[in-house]
């Protein structure tokens, strides 16, 4: 879906930029209002463009070094519906493809560690300490249901490909999330000790004791036949 991205920005830069944009493949609508902004105090560029050009817009405004100061912003949305018969094939055929901006923003909401997102992943370390002291796998996958531990490990890996500091967040955010996960099983695994259910040894439900616990806290590496079969191959000359 085409993309609506709006430009606030010191009058001085518009003059210079609108020309630039005209020139962009992918613009289907443009509209400048002067003086429209209060804060930051400005023009307003008002650009429709194709999901495919929208990212070819956004550097072109970094190049400008829109958005990096106080001075000038950028807001993208996607309107629910967008009819130009002059650019209607170019709508029909755009990507849905998300702007790296507009994805940092969604894992952001997600990802950020506040007190009722840790709340949720110390009540998930509860339920994997219960499930692996009585072990109950259902109770486990409920916990790691509950946990919203991955969008702080994306950000990471896409701060990191995208080469942007919020990989700095990420790390933070992973930190703080499982040291609640941690907080939570232990606390629960001192309730399950006071009650006679110890979680080493656990006790046996629709599983053996202590298999879950055996599972989550052991390596274990397996080669398939072939690869066993071609690696013996290979070392009995040179080992």
């Known amino acids: 879906m085409p993309r609506k991205v709006e430009i606030t920005l010191p009058s001085h830069q518009t003059d210079e930029l609108i020309p630039e944009i005209k020139q962009l493949k992918g613009m289907i609508g443009l509209r400048l209002q002067r003086n429209a902004s209060i804060h930051p105090p400005g023009d307003v560029i008002t650009v429709e463009i194709t999901n495919r050009a929208v990212n070819r817009l956004l550097r072109l405004l970094e190049q400008h070094g829109v ?15 967008l009819i130009s018969a002059s650019a209607a094939e170019d709508i029909e055929q755009d990507t849905n493809d998300v702007p790296w901006e507009e994805m940092k923003t969604l894992i952001a909401n997600d990802a950020n560690m506040n007190v009722n997102v840790m709340i949720a992943m110390f009540i998930a370390g ?8 009585t072990n109950a796998l259902h109770i486990v996958m409920g916990g790691m249901i509950i946990a919203p531990g991955f969008e702080p490990i994306v950000q990471i890996s896409l701060g ?27 606390i ?5 000790q006071a009650l006679g259910i110890p979680l080493l040894e656990g006790k046996s439900s629709y599983l053996p004791a202590g298999v879950l616990f055996s599972y989550w806290t052991n390596i274990t590496v397996k080669l398939n036949y072939r690869f066993r079969a071609g690696w013996y191959r290979w070392c009995a000359p040179h080992c």
């Open 126 to 133: 509860v339920f994997a300490a219960i499930g692996i002291a």
């Open 67 to 81: 958005g990096r100061g106080s001075s000038s912003s950028i807001t993208t949305s996607e309107p629910f519906s």
């Open 188 to 192: 629960a695994g001192l309730v399950l």
């Open 160 to 186: 990191a490909v995208a080469r942007n500091q919020v990989w700095r967040s990420g790390l933070i955010n992973t930190a703080k999330g499982y040291a609640a996960v941690i907080a939570g099983a232990a």
